[in-house]
C-alpha cells in the first residue's frame, strides 16, 4: 500500500507499554541521527543502541525513513503550530504575538535535535513528505506575519517589511541548531527568555510596564536603572 505524506500514527490499538517502546527507539535514533547524519545511521546501530533484536524495531517502523520521517514531523508540528490561536481569542495581537513567539522558540530548544533533521536529510525525504513540511512552514510564516501586521496597525510594533523581518526571525530559530549546545553556559529556560526577548526588539515589542506593588512607602528607596 502506498504511504500517506505524513507518518503514520501509533496504532489505536497499542497499549501504554507499547507507546512507551515506540518512544524508545525514537529516542534512541533521534541521538544517533544527530550525532551520526542520517546516511551514517543504520537500523543495526539503532537496535545496538537498544540493546534489542531487529524484529522489535521493525515491529514499529518500517525502515529508518520512517522513523526520521516520525521524528521530523513531530518537532515540525510542536514548532510550527505555535502562531495558532482560538477563533475566539481576542487579545490583541501583539500579546498573542508575544506567546506566540516564546512557545515557538519553546518548542524549537526542546525538539532542537529533531528539528535539525528536517534541514540535514532533506534530500532522502519523499517529495510528498517535505511538500507536508512546506505547508506547514507556509502557514506558520502566513499566520506570524498576519499577527505582525495587525500589531503594527494598533501601534504596538515597529518594524520595516514584513517578510525580511519574519525570515530572519526564522532564521535565528530555525537554524538553531547550528549553534545550540545543552551543555552550554545558559539552561533551557534561559534561552528560551533570551532569544525570545531578540525576537520582541526584531518587531519593536516592548513589554508591558510593570504596576507598582501595593506596599507600603520606603523612606529610603534605592535607585534603579531606567
Known amino acids: 500500500a502506498?504511504?500517506?505524506?505524513?507518518?503514520?500514527?501509533?496504532?489505536p490499538?497499542?497499549?501504554?507499554?507499547?507507546?512507551?517502546?515506540?518512544?524508545?527507539?525514537?529516542?534512541?535514533?533521534?541521538d544517533l541521527f544527530y550525532r551520526n547524519g542520517f546516511a551514517g545511521t543504520t537500523m543495526d546501530m539503532i537496535c545496538?543502541?537498544?540493546?534489542?533484536?531487529?524484529?522489535?524495531?521493525?515491529?514499529?517502523?518500517?525502515?529508518?525513513?520512517?522513523?526520521?520521517?516520525?521524528?521530523?514531523?513531530?518537532?515540525?508540528?510542536?514548532?510550527?503550530?505555535?502562531?495558532?490561536?482560538?477563533?475566539?481569542?481576542a487579545r490583541p495581537a501583539h500579546l498573542k504575538l508575544a506567546e506566540g513567539l516564546q512557545r515557538w522558540v519553546a518548542a524549537c530548544v526542546t525538539h532542537f535535535r529533531a528539528s535539525a533533521l528536517a534541514f540535514r536529510v532533506t534530500a532522502s525525504l519523499r517529495p510528498e513528505f517535505r511538500d507536508e513540511l512546506r505547508r506547514l512552514a507556509n502557514d506558520f510564516y502566513a499566520d506570524l506575519g498576519a499577527l505582525m501586521e495587525e500589531g503594527r496597525r494598533q501601534g504596538k510594533l515597529s518594524f520595516e517589511d514584513t517578510t525580511v523581518t519574519a525570515m530572519a526571525m526564522g532564521g535565528a530559530v530555525g537554524f538553531m541548531y547550528t549553534w545550540y549546545r545543552p551543555e552550554g553556559r545558559l539552561t533551557p529556560e534561559q534561552l528560551?527568555?533570551?532569544l525570545t526577548a531578540t525576537l520582541c526588539k526584531l518587531i519593536g515589542l516592548r513589554p508591558s510596564p510593570a504596576r507598582p506593588a501595593a506596599t507600603r512607602k520606603n523612606p529610603h528607596p534605592r535607585r534603579t536603572l531606567e
Open 13 to 30: 490499538s497499542e497499549t501504554q507499554a507499547c507507546l512507551d517502546k515506540r518512544e524508545r527507539i525514537l529516542a534512541a535514533a533521534e
Open 2 to 11: 502506498a504511504r500517506t505524506s505524513a507518518p503514520a500514527a501509533p496504532r
Open 192 to 194: 528560551v527568555a533570551r
Open 48 to 89: 545496538a543502541e537498544l540493546g534489542v533484536t531487529k524484529p522489535f524495531v521493525y515491529y514499529y517502523f518500517h525502515d529508518k525513513h520512517e522513523i526520521v520521517e516520525t521524528l521530523a514531523w513531530r518537532a515540525s508540528v510542536a514548532c510550527l503550530s505555535t502562531m495558532k490561536f482560538p477563533a475566539g481569542d
